[in-house]
C-alpha cells in the first residue's frame, strides 16, 4: 500500500513515518510523487483544511491520501492561535515568531491551559474519506524549553508531565501527543482497510 501525505515538512513525515513503520506502508510526499501542490488553508476549522488538502491531492492520484491539520488552542486566548497557528505571527511556518508573539499574548494571563488538536483525513483508493482526530491537553510554559520538536512544542507542556515536547525524545512525544494519538487511531483504520 502507498499512503501519499499533503506535505512536504520534513518532521511531521519523520514523526508519520516513524508511527506506521511496522505496516506494510510506502510512506510518500506529495512531492515524492511529482506534485507540487499548494492549498490556500482558508477554512475556518481544522477539519475544513485538512480536507482541502486530501481532496486537491485525491484528484491526482489513486493511492491513499492523507492530510492532516493541526492547531493551538488556548483557553484565555478564546482558543487562539486555533486554525492560525502556522501563521500566528503573520508570518508563514516561522515557529520562533509564533511561539514569541504567544508567550506575549499570555503574559497576563493566570490560565495557561492549552490544547493541541490535530485532524487527519484519509482518503482510501476507493475515494472514501475517513475523518481521525488526536487531542492533547497540556500548558504554555512561561519560557521556552528544549530543543527538538517543531512549532509550539519548547513552550507546551503536557498534563502529567514536568518536560514540554521539545525535551522528549520522538518515542515519547508520539506515545502522548494530538499527533501520535490520532496516528495511532490511523493505524487501526489501516489495518481494517487491508
Known amino acids: 500500500m502507498k499512503l501519499v501525505l499533503s506535505t512536504d515538512n520534513k518532521n511531521k513525515t519523520k514523526e508519520i513515518t516513524n508511527l506506521l513503520k511496522d505496516l506494510d506502508i510506502e510512506v510518500l510526499t506529495k512531492s515524492d510523487i511529482g506534485f507540487n501542490i499548494n492549498v490556500e488553508e482558508n477554512g475556518r476549522t481544522l477539519y475544513d483544511n485538512a480536507l482541502l488538502k486530501a481532496n486537491e491531492l485525491a484528484k491526482k492520484t489513486d493511492y491513499y491520501i492523507l492530510a492532516d491539520d493541526t492547531g493551538l488552542f488556548v483557553n484565555s486566548l478564546n482558543g487562539e492561535p486555533g486554525v492560525y497557528s502556522a501563521r500566528y505571527a503573520g508570518v508563514e511556518h516561522n515557529d520562533k515568531l509564533n511561539r514569541e508573539k504567544l508567550l506575549e499574548n499570555l503574559k497576563l494571563y493566570q490560565d495557561r491551559s492549552a490544547y493541541f488538536k490535530t485532524q487527519l483525513i484519509l482518503i482510501d483508493n476507493k475515494k472514501n474519506i475517513i475523518p481521525i482526530e488526536g487531542v492533547c491537553q497540556g500548558i504554555i510554559t512561561e519560557e521556552e524549553r528544549?530543543?527538538?520538536?517543531?512549532?509550539?512544542?519548547?513552550?507546551?507542556?503536557?498534563?502529567?508531565y514536568k518536560q514540554t515536547f521539545a525535551e522528549m525524545s520522538i518515542e515519547d512525544k508520539n506515545k502522548i501527543s494530538h499527533r501520535g494519538k490520532a496516528l495511532q487511531k490511523l493505524k487501526i483504520k489501516l489495518t481494517e482497510i487491508k
Request: proline share 7%; glycine share 26%; hydrophobic share 25%.
Open 146 to 160: 528544549g530543543s527538538s520538536g517543531f512549532g509550539y512544542d519548547q513552550i507546551f507542556q503536557p498534563l502529567g
